[in-house]
């Protein structure tokens, strides 16, 4: 199972204080990552505050354009995949999507992974792309998810429908990982047919991991029935994280973090915000390495955007390195998997 570290691109007043992020911590983040072992590092999709965070805040938060974030980042990294999660695809043009997403897969050698959805808030809509608002953005995510395979796959394309219009389109060059990994984001069942009939995985926002769990057999169930090979859906759990000395400490700093709010503001989604510490990394580092554990049987793939619970850039770093090192370490040692992480390389070999 691959690891994947959270960018807070669009993270501002949602889970993080405003301020937070300056620019370069970004690129320092991606860095940290690379060193750390991670495998990869995501960035979040946000374009107009939520009516919570306006509430909450006189000053509106920074949300900084996640591909080119993940560009940047590409440009000073070497091993390290870049996510999204995900990209909210209905509020952009898709056709600009996929030259955008192709630049960068084939500026950072392939390692681009772009998670697309409908995203939360149906107030970005109203502030953003208020010519669609009442319309099915599923129905909008699944016309752009069929369009942006067909350029990637054809030499020249023709498309006329509801939301985009296309003429004899030819997208060059290609990505330069072909099967592109094209993720589909979704906490409803929903988005597990999306994921086997138009995509190359699944990223779920937290679930009950017992939920989780039997969402993934059924995920791989589907793909087979499709005639697709099931292992070769990609499982990236959305989650976040909070590592304490003690499971009390650890459960004290995520109620005084902006996490609780914005979990609240996500109950209509259906999942139950007095759920989500047990079913998300919190806890001593013990507990989060039994939770791994559980993750892993239960048939992830990657944990993606792996979302740090903090109140200060110097916490989001010190975060970063304790699950790196107490829990993401432990995990592949105990599996036979190598070190990725910079001690590993300088020390010339895997542990």
Request: proline share 6%; net charge negative.
């Amino acid at each position: 199972m691959k690891f994947g570290l959270g960018l807070p691109t669009g993270m501002e007043g949602l889970i993080n204080p405003i301020p937070f992020f300056d620019p370069s911590d970004f690129v320092r983040a991606g860095r940290r990552a690379e060193e750390l072992g991670y495998d990869s590092v995501w960035g979040n999709d946000h374009y107009a505050p939520q009516d919570y965070v306006r509430e909450q805040y006189e000053e509106p938060p920074s949300f900084y354009e996640v591909l080119s974030v993940l560009t940047a980042i590409g440009a000073v990294t070497e091993r390290i995949e870049l996510g999204t999660a995900v990209l909210v695809l209905p509020i952009r043009e898709v056709p600009h999507v996929a030259r955008q997403a192709a630049t960068v897969d084939q500026l950072t050698g392939g390692r681009l992974l772009l998670g697309v959805g409908i995203g939360a808030y149906r107030e970005e809509y109203q502030a953003f792309r208020p010519d669609i608002v009442g319309r099915n953005r599923g129905t909008i995510l699944e016309e752009g998810l069929h369009l942006m395979d067909r350029l990637y796959t054809e030499d020249e394309v023709s498309h006329d429908g509801p939301t985009y219009r296309v003429e004899n389109l030819s997208l060059h060059p290609k990505p330069k990982r072909l099967p592109f990994p094209l993720l589909v984001g979704g906490h409803q069942q929903r988005a597990i047919d999306r994921a086997v009939e138009l995509g190359s995985g699944w990223i779920p926002g937290w679930r009950p991991f017992d939920e989780l769990r039997e969402w993934i057999r059924t995920l791989r169930e589907r793909a087979g029935e499709a005639g697709r090979d099931p292992s070769s859906l990609i499982v990236a759990p959305q989650l976040s994280c909070l590592i304490g000395r003690t499971h009390e400490e650890a459960e004290r700093a995520y109620m005084e973090s902006g996490m609780v709010a914005h979990r609240i503001s996500l109950a209509k989604t259906g999942r139950d915000p007095s759920m989500a510490m047990d079913n998300n990394l919190v806890g001593s580092a013990e507990e989060v390495l039994e939770k791994v554990e559980l993750l892993h049987e239960a048939g992830a793939d990657h944990l993606a955007c792996i979302t740090l619970c903090v109140n200060s850039v110097e916490e989001y770093f010190e975060q970063a390195e304790i699950l790196a090192e107490r829990v993401i370490a432990p995990y592949r040692s105990a599996h036979g998997l190598p070190d990725l992480s910079q001690r590993a390389v300088a020390g010339g070999g895997a542990g």
